[in-house]
């Protein structure tokens, strides 16, 4: 853990699981229906987000080692990025 003592994580672990409900929330308005555009940024964002205040806060990165942290939300970011492209895809009729 880092010695940033600006973060209750207890706090953080909290304000995480939220912002995963609201997501839940959110693609559940649609159960057997794409995914209208903002909805499916919201929820890419969310996650990048999330994926973000674990790697800084709970992994202890934050000021640590900053180019692995960079990497690890390198992964997450292009994973959206993969996700978003697809759902393109298909709204074009392109993807498989």
Do not use: N, Y
């Amino acid at each position: 853990m880092s010695d940033d003592k600006d973060i209750w994580l207890p706090g953080r672990a909290v304000v995480v699981i939220l912002v995963a409900v609201v997501s839940a929330l959110v693609a559940a308005q649609w159960k057997h229906e794409a995914l209208p555009l903002v909805a499916f940024a919201m929820i890419l964002g969310l996650a990048i987000v999330k994926a973000r205040w674990v790697i800084l806060d709970f992994m202890g990165l934050r000021r640590v080692r900053p180019r692995l942290a960079i990497a690890l939300l390198a992964w997450p970011a292009f994973f959206a990025m993969a996700a978003a492209a697809r759902a393109a895809l298909a709204a074009f009729g392109t993807a498989g």
